[in-house]
């Protein structure tokens, strides 16, 4: 039988198969975020949401904190007022301007707290031996039991209300959820052949990390912690909704909704201004983290 | 074979470059968590072999045979129960011997090819200086510089590869990253493990020439694993066939293959389609189920699948003896006095 | 099968001990004397002695949380030192009106999700889906209890149609057409949430059976359209049944919010009473109450996933 393979000499082997530019992961990803219109379309709304809060002495028309008995409840439309006032008299439109940073802060910033915590954590229980996954995994369970609603309620209920204690406790909420995706992740990626491959070279463990691990994980964190900042926004409004969050009279649009309920029966709409605003902040956080996750979702050719 | 020495070299060209004693590994089974049950997969049970300096040795089996378990037993990416692997003529991991870690440096791993074998987020000039920057702690611009000459001794133009990534490569361009990955630490001896088993056949043709010319020009070693019988022909110098965790024959490629001994080894080749219209594919040998892994049958473990099985299989497990000039066969039948019917009435290569 | 349960029994019994000490630690994560804490300040001497007694805080930690775990496991979670009521008793009514809003909003969210998420998926990239994903992000980007606020707004202001707040009864199941008025907006609006992540898990979870190849293996096989939505729906239930469970949850612990603007007298605002008032022995009970439940219906569910999915079983 002849030899086949004499007759196929290993040659140079042309580029036939990619394109002309080499295309990276991320760059895939940035390219597919920008060609969703809806992901642009709400990039653009959080980035008319941040600029105003940055801006906020510049965009509010009026001192969120001082108001006047004789405007009361005034309705939206009123010269010099146009989103209506509160049940102190104060402009509704700086109010919810100056609501911006906080409502924003109070979103971000458990969240970031969180996936810094809670992530290295999970790589933690995801690449130590059983006993460390147990014993963390074990505990984050425990807290697992407690609808997140309750935890944040009891947790504050207890140190007591003001800005810090609520993203302290929100940033406690958030932890155990974070870790247990990111060691999902983790025990994941750490099985595939690569990262064998890596173990081979006698590469020393925290180059492993560095290297192979953390760039394969990261992406499924940020498209999870983009979805939690949205509920960030709405836990920590129903916190000051409830006198346990950012207390008054700082503007804060959860405390804003709680105060305005009196005047339902007054001026409806005006009432429900500071919902609007929460609605369409928390509406942008999740469709940009759906966007995230669809762009990153790349079938890519074997 | 006349093989020039590298200059790691420590025992001599007689020395075999690597000895493996005994190696078994089990693992707990699925369930047994908390380990209220015994039940043990018993993956990797004795195996014992060599491999001499510049030889290519395959290994066969059907998958679940413990081979791919075993190139992972090598490296110590899982760690054995019981068993020596000696590397050069020094114990790995045995007080005065060498060290896991520099094992590593000179034997290494080029894996199946699958999409998940090469960090999807590396470009490929990062993915081949990875082990020589972070294991050897070369600087970045030379272990680059190195990975653009390594990619033209595996057939790709640098200018044009280095900065691609993994998933605009096709299998065959894949496989060969994976080969200049595992040469970049500059070892001695290579495991590929299932290295071609994905590729189309015009493809496997031309990875398997580049490793031959490989061994050539760079004096490697080479421990070929593969479940395609017409590939290991082809590559091998030696050949170990592995069955449920054991060795069943072990030989020099032509004997195993125009003399095979063991009833397993038969029914294998048997099995091999060929390309010759005169020769059939016969009927099986093989009777019988699969037996499970996690509880092997006693004494030899192919007895429940064999045609000649008799009551002293069951019983007494048969050992790798050798009956002519590094053949080497596990099976009663082979050995005189060993209280098979047929044992010493049949010749190496009976029919 | 057994082998599982009672692993997950274990594990459920284990968790359960863990929210107990961290239901019992609530009180001492604040800074300060615990008796301070629980007492107003012109509480009398003899009660602050009284109390320091019954309660043990003289002993060790881990003395007290014995006794303490020892008298709540015979259903005695202490006394409310404002209104000399039994928690345990106010606690277990207060619950009951809670499941009395919780049930019918699990049922309605819960059948609502799985039936626009089937649909969506079987049109999927047709108006019906595009629709029902937009309902499904604004249910979940939605604060509930605005959402309340503004059905408030719609149905009982503008129009009074409906009951703004309140139970309009004396409390248990609505005996009568008027209690169930009151029933109607809560409900609506405490769906809501559970509607749109329970959709779109389902919603997800049908398109990528869809993508599989069984199902058009099914309908090449003769079977009957619906029989093969019934095979991919019972393969889209576990994490469906999953999430279920955990929005279960979110409905025990959501409510307080729901409760509060409609004033209604659930175990939410039993909790929110106790904030208010500082009283951290019944803030300590019912957080133990409700967490435990939590808990135990997560284990029925995954006991109900391992049934229905043999591979869960490991």
Redesign the interface.
Known sequence: MADVSTILQPIILPDTSAGAEPRSYWSTVGERLVHDRITLAVGAMLLCVILLAIFAPWAATHDPLQGSVLRRLKPVGTPGFFLGTDEIGRDIWSRLVYGGRLSLICGVTPVALATLIGGTLGLVAGIGGRVVNMAIMRVVDVFYAFPSVLLAIAICGVIGAGIGNTMLSLMIVFTPPIVRVTESLTAQVKNRDFVEAARASAAPLHAIIRHQILPNVLGGMLVYATSLVGISIILSAGLSFLGLGVTPPNPEWGLMLNALRQAIFVNPIVAALPGLAIVLTSLCFNLLSDGLRSAMDIKLPS | MNVPLSSDDRGGTAQPLLIVRDLKKHFPA??S??R?SRDKVQAVDGVSFSVAKGQTVGVVGESGCGKSTTA?LL?H?IEPDAGEVIFDGEGVGAPGGIG??DL??QM??V??D??????????IA??IA??PR??KRVPSRQAHDRAGGLL?QV???PS??A???P???????RQ?I?IA?AL??EPRMLILDEAVSALDK?VE??I???LA?LRRDLGLTYLFISHDLNVVR?VSDRVVVMYLGRIVEAGDVGAIFRRPSHPYTQALLRAMPS??PDRRTEASLLTGDPPNPINPPSGCRFRTRCAFAEEVCARVSPALDDIAGGHQVACHMMVPGSGHSRAGTICAGHD | MAQFIVLRLLHTILILFGVSIVAFGLIHLIPGNPLDILLPPEAPKEVVERLKVEFGFDKPLYIQYLAWLGRVLQGNLGTSVFTGLRVTGELLSALGNTFVLAIPAALLGFSLGITLGTLAAFNHGRLLDKLFSVIAILGISMPHYWLGIALVIVFAVLNPVLPAAGMGGGGGFPANWDEARHLILPVITLSMIPMGVIGRIVRSTVLEILSQEFPTALQAKGLQHRRMVWHVLKNAAPPALAVMGLQLGFLLGGSILVETVFNWPGSGQFMNLAIFRRDILVLQGTVLVLASFFVIINLLVDVLQALIDPRIRR
Do not use: C
């Open positions: 699925k369930g968590f908390w209220l992972r490296l990416l896991v870690r590593r440096l290494q791993m894996f199946q699958s999409y998940s074998s090469l960090n999807p987020r590396a470009t990062d993915i990875f082990g972070m294991a033209e057939g790709l133009q044009l590869f900065r691609r990534y998933h605009e490569l096709s299998g065959g361009q060969r994976n990955r970049a630490l015009s043709a031309q398997l020439n580049l010319d082809h390309m010759d």
